[in-house]
Structures are given as structure tokens and as C-alpha cells.
């Protein structure tokens, strides 16, 4: 794996330092915005429309912001998972909420009813950068292969990491315990989540999808194309001591969200923020002009994290907390956003999804962390009859247990953490020249 790696990325960097010379050109205006043209409020809900920077993204130094498409890749902090489906939930979990939805939908109101931005949301719940980076023996077609380079594209949103650096499996061993006594040791999760975040592997992948996505678009023919890359927020308020007598564990009995449990899972966060800071910068450093941003939304979510002073956790009404927790609502600012998931996904409890004999092999492919809670569930269940759920009163009030979602979102920003990501993103456009 690794030679294969480090050889793709050298003949990249050496295919783009050589194009690079070319990028002089200037480009053309789309004339879809003019500097005087009104945006438009949406649903008279204050603080829903945002005007995205004037100057970003990036297409001209005049204050005129052309944006005719864009794109959004990677995982399920990128689909906006939990907030939201109109109608039917498809397989990758994309969410009404998503920050990129938010920007789009900007974009959109920005354009005085002309509807001329096209948003490629190619994001999927599950994604590793592996399901990103394009298929070199075409045995599937990446994220980056599905992007159809017909449509404009101005820029990119990106957010990759989690799954390849086994946020689900601390998840699981240090907070829920979905597979119970079998979950494996706290201690092991955390200990490998480390050893990757600080193995070169990851940082090799993402420099190679930052090029490779560069390399889709023809950066070379757009010098004014940037990918913005997002980062994830640690999860704990980790001063407070209110919270360590409580659990989110699944079961009866489960772990304690200790101090120093939080502690170190919010410095896993800071480790992946701190790999990404530094891969965009190396990335950079071969460009004459900055063509990735990188977006740190961590400090946002202060006050908005789990445990935070004088909240009883799971506390599952409290919308100023901006995650998920298993099964809970979400906090969209009109709350009227469908949550209704289709049949298809409303399989039955007793389907493949949740056999406890077959369900562990496709729900690790998909590595789609709601699939694989549901499955473990079933598999302690099938181990031990006797466990007990901690929140019974919860499942039984929801048809909705059953749902790979209602797992599968805990842990990822509900609404109004995505409403602060896309803030934080228009905050660092603006800075931007
Ligand atoms: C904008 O156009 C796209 C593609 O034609 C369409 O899918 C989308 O629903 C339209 N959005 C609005 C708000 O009209
Ligand atoms: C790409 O977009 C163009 C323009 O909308 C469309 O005609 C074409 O079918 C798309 N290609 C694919 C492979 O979806
Ligand atoms: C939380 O937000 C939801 C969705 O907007 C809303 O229905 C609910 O009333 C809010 N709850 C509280 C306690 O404010
Ligand atoms: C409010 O609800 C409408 C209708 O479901 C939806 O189209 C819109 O996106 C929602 N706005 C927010 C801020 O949730």
C-alpha cells in the first residue's frame, strides 16, 4: 500500500508543479451576480440566509462572486447525517442540514431567483478516503470519479477522516458499548485511533484527494478554484466534573463519561485538526496561491458540546447542545424539516441488517457507523438475552430504533452546529483577500 501511495503522489506533484506555470490565465465573468443584486431572506427565519462573502468563492478581485457550481465530498460530518430528509432518506444519509446544503441554498437566494448554482453533493455517510480517492483499477466509482466535470464547479467542501481514523470504534469502546462486554477496551481504541492520526498514512491520502480533485476540475484552465476542507469539534465541555457519574452507554450499566475519558477524547479531535492544518499546509506549499482552506469550527461549538456546566446528560430537550445523541431529535431552527425515512429504510427488526449471524461483514464494508451499532446491538443481544437496554423508555416510544440513522448520527452536528460551520467557513472566506 504505502510505495503504491507515495509513487501516485509523487507523479501528481510532479504533473502539477509542471502545469502550474500556465495558471496565469484570467478568467471569464459569469455575470449571474451584480454587486447590487438584493438576497434574498428565506422563510423569514432570522439568521437563516446568510450572504456568502461577496469575493469567495473566489472568481474575481472585484467584489463580484460568479458562482455557477460547486462540490461536496467526503464522510457524514460533509452529508449532513440526522438532519433532515425530504422525503426519502437515500443510502449515503445526505441531510437537509448540511453545511453544504446551507451554502447552496445561499447561493441560490443570492441569485435573485435565478436558479444557476449547481451543487454536486457527493458526500456519503461511511466514506474513508479510500472512497474518495479515484478508483485507479476502476473497480468502483470513487467520490472523485463521480463528479461530472460537464457541471461548473467553483470550489469544493471537503470533510475526511473520521472513519479512517476510528472515531466509530472509540465511539463504541469508551461511549456506548453497542457490542457490550465484547465492545473491546477503551484504552486499545484510543490507543489505535493514535497510532493512525499519527501515522503518514492518512496525510499521504488526503494530499493525493486534494490533488486528485484539483486534477478533476482542471485547476490549471481555474485559478480561482479552492477546496475547503472542514475539521471536527471536540465533543466535551472537559472541565466540568457534573458529568462524570453519567453514561450514554447503550445498555444498563454502561460506561461513565469520566474527565479524563473526555479529556482524551477531545485531544484525538485536536490531533485529526491539527494532521489536517498541517497536510493543507504542506499541500500549499507547492502552489504559488493558497488552493486549499482549511476550516478549524472547533472553538464554534464552545458551550455547545456534551456535559456542558449544569446539564444532566443525556439530556435529549436541550437544543443548545449541537450533536446527536442516540435517537435524538434535531434542533432545525423552524423544526420543520422531514424527518420521515422511506420504507426501504425502515427495515424490519428482523431483517439481514440486524441478524446477528450476517450482519456484521456488510455493515463493516459500509463501515456506516449506525449499521454497525444496530448490528452489534443485535449481536450482544443474541450473546446474552439478558441485557438490558439503559434507555428502554426511549426505544419502545420510537419506531424509528430500528433505523441505521438513529444510531448513526449520534455524535455529528445537528442543525445548528451546521448552521456554525457554515458561519466559520464564511468567516475564513472573508479574510481571505
Ligand atoms: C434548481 O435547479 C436544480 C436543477 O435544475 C433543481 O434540482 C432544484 O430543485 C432547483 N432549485 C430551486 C430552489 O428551484
Ligand atoms: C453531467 O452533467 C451533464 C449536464 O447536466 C449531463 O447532461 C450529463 O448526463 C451528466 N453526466 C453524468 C455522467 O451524469
Ligand atoms: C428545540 O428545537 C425544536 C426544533 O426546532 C423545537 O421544536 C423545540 O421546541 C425546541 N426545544 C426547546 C426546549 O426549545
Ligand atoms: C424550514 O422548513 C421548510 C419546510 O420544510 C424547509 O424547506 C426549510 O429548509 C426549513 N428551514 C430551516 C431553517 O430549517
Same mark, same amino acid.
Given at each position: 500500500?504505502?510505495?503504491?501511495?507515495?509513487?501516485?503522489?509523487?507523479?501528481?506533484?510532479?504533473?502539477?508543479?509542471?502545469?502550474?506555470?500556465?495558471?496565469?490565465?484570467?478568467?471569464?465573468?459569469?455575470?449571474?451576480?451584480?454587486?447590487?443584486?438584493?438576497?434574498?431572506?428565506?422563510?423569514?427565519?432570522?439568521? =437563516?440566509?446568510?450572504?456568502?462573502?461577496?469575493?469567495?468563492?473566489?472568481?474575481?478581485?472585484?467584489?463580484?462572486? @460568479?458562482?455557477?457550481?460547486?462540490?461536496?465530498?467526503?464522510?457524514?460530518?460533509?452529508?449532513?447525517?440526522?438532519?433532515?430528509?425530504?422525503?426519502?432518506?437515500?443510502?449515503?444519509?445526505?441531510?437537509?442540514?448540511?453545511?453544504?446544503?446551507?451554502?447552496? &441554498?445561499?447561493?441560490?437566494?443570492?441569485?435573485?431567483?435565478? /436558479?444557476?448554482?449547481?451543487?454536486?453533493?457527493?458526500?456519503?455517510?461511511?466514506?474513508?478516503? $479510500?472512497?474518495?480517492?479515484?478508483? $485507479?483499477?476502476?473497480?468502483?466509482?470513487? $467520490?472523485?470519479?463521480? !463528479?461530472?466535470?460537464? #457541471?461548473?464547479?467553483?470550489?469544493?467542501?471537503?470533510?475526511?477522516?473520521?472513519?479512517?481514523?476510528?472515531?466509530?470504534? !472509540?465511539?463504541?469502546?469508551?461511549?456506548?458499548?453497542?457490542?457490550?462486554?465484547? &465492545?473491546?477496551?477503551?484504552?486499545?481504541?484510543?490507543?489505535?485511533?493514535?497510532?493512525?492520526?499519527?501515522?503518514?498514512?492518512?496525510?499521504?491520502?488526503?494530499?493525493?484527494?486534494?490533488?486528485?480533485?484539483?486534477?478533476?476540475?482542471?485547476?490549471?484552465?481555474?485559478?480561482?478554484?479552492?477546496?475547503?476542507?472542514?475539521?471536527?469539534?471536540?465533543?466535551?465541555?472537559?472541565?466540568?466534573?457534573?458529568?462524570?457519574?453519567?453514561?450514554?452507554?447503550?445498555?444498563?450499566?454502561?460506561?461513565?463519561?469520566?474527565?479524563?475519558?473526555?479529556?482524551?477524547?477531545?485531544?484525538?479531535? #485536536?490531533?485529526?485538526?491539527?494532521?489536517?492544518?498541517?497536510?493543507?499546509?504542506?499541500?500549499?506549499?507547492?502552489?504559488?496561491?493558497?488552493?486549499?482552506?482549511?476550516?478549524?469550527?472547533?472553538?464554534?461549538?464552545?458551550?455547545?458540546?456534551?456535559?456542558?456546566?449544569?446539564?444532566?446528560?443525556?439530556? =435529549?430537550?436541550? /437544543?443548545?447542545?449541537?450533536?446527536?445523541?442516540?435517537?435524538?431529535?434535531?434542533?432545525?431552527?423552524?423544526?420543520?424539516? &422531514?424527518?420521515?425515512?422511506?420504507?426501504? $429504510?425502515?427495515?424490519?427488526?428482523?431483517?439481514?441488517?440486524?441478524?446477528?449471524?450476517?450482519?456484521?461483514?456488510?455493515?463493516?464494508?459500509?463501515?456506516?457507523?449506525?449499521?454497525?451499532?444496530?448490528?452489534?446491538?443485535?449481536?450482544?443481544?443474541?450473546?446474552?438475552?439478558?441485557?438490558?437496554?439503559?434507555?428502554?423508555?426511549?426505544?419502545?416510544?420510537?419506531?424509528?430504533?430500528?433505523?441505521?440513522?438513529?444510531?448513526?448520527?449520534?455524535?455529528? @452536528?445537528?442543525?445548528?452546529?451546521?448552521?456554525?460551520?457554515?458561519?466559520?467557513?464564511?468567516?475564513?472566506?472573508?479574510? #481571505?483577500?
Amino acid at each position: 500500500m504505502k510505495p503504491s501511495f507515495a509513487m501516485r503522489l509523487a507523479a501528481v506533484l510532479t504533473s502539477i508543479v509542471s502545469s502550474r506555470v500556465v495558471s496565469g490565465r484570467t478568467l471569464q465573468q459569469h455575470p449571474l451576480i451584480t454587486p447590487g443584486d438584493q438576497y434574498v431572506i428565506g422563510n423569514g427565519v432570522s439568521g =437563516y440566509h446568510r450572504r456568502p462573502p461577496s469575493h469567495i468563492p473566489l472568481a474575481s478581485s472585484k467584489g463580484i462572486s @460568479p458562482v455557477t457550481g460547486f462540490i461536496a465530498l467526503g464522510d457524514s460530518y460533509s452529508a449532513g447525517i440526522g438532519t433532515g430528509v425530504d422525503g426519502t432518506e437515500d443510502d449515503c444519509r445526505r441531510g437537509l442540514g448540511a453545511h453544504s446544503v446551507l451554502i447552496a &441554498s445561499d447561493l441560490l437566494a443570492g441569485q435573485g431567483g435565478r /436558479n444557476s448554482t449547481t451543487f454536486q453533493f457527493l458526500s456519503c455517510t461511511g466514506a474513508t478516503t $479510500q472512497e474518495v480517492l479515484s478508483s $485507479q483499477d476502476g473497480s468502483h466509482e470513487s $467520490q472523485i470519479d463521480a !463528479v461530472n466535470t460537464s #457541471l461548473s464547479a467553483d470550489f469544493a467542501l471537503l470533510s475526511i477522516g473520521g472513519n479512517d481514523l476510528g472515531f466509530f470504534d !472509540v465511539m463504541n469502546a469508551c461511549v456506548f458499548r453497542f457490542y457490550n462486554f465484547y &465492545s473491546g477496551t477503551c484504552e486499545t481504541a484510543l490507543k489505535n485511533s493514535r497510532d493512525q492520526i499519527s501515522s503518514d498514512e492518512f496525510t499521504r491520502r488526503l494530499e493525493i484527494i486534494i490533488i486528485e480533485i484539483l486534477d478533476r476540475v482542471h485547476w490549471e484552465k481555474k485559478e480561482y478554484f479552492t477546496i475547503t476542507v472542514t475539521g471536527y469539534a471536540r465533543f466535551f465541555n472537559d472541565v466540568t466534573d457534573d458529568c462524570d457519574e453519567m453514561s450514554f452507554g447503550v445498555w444498563w450499566n454502561g460506561p461513565k463519561l469520566k474527565k479524563d475519558l473526555r479529556i482524551q477524547m477531545n485531544e484525538m479531535v #485536536l490531533e485529526v485538526n491539527a494532521k489536517i492544518r498541517e497536510t493543507v499546509k504542506t499541500i500549499n506549499s507547492h502552489f504559488i496561491k493558497d488552493k486549499v482552506i482549511f476550516i478549524d469550527y472547533d472553538r464554534g461549538f464552545d458551550g455547545h458540546r456534551f456535559c456542558e456546566e449544569g446539564v444532566k446528560e443525556p439530556d =435529549y430537550d436541550l /437544543n443548545d447542545t449541537w450533536f446527536f445523541l442516540v435517537g435524538g431529535p434535531d434542533n432545525a431552527r423552524n423544526g420543520t424539516r &422531514s424527518n420521515h425515512v422511506s420504507d426501504v $429504510q425502515t427495515l424490519p427488526p428482523t431483517s439481514a441488517l440486524v441478524d446477528p449471524s450476517s450482519c456484521l461483514e456488510p455493515a463493516q464494508a459500509s463501515r456506516d457507523w449506525g449499521r454497525l451499532a444496530l448490528c452489534y446491538m443485535a449481536m450482544a443481544k443474541h450473546r446474552d438475552p439478558s441485557l438490558r437496554l439503559a434507555r428502554g423508555d426511549l426505544v419502545a416510544e420510537n419506531s424509528m430504533w430500528y433505523v441505521p440513522t438513529y444510531y448513526g448520527k449520534t455524535f455529528h @452536528p445537528r442543525s445548528l452546529g451546521h448552521e456554525a460551520i457554515r458561519n466559520k467557513i464564511y468567516e475564513v472566506w472573508q479574510t #481571505l483577500e
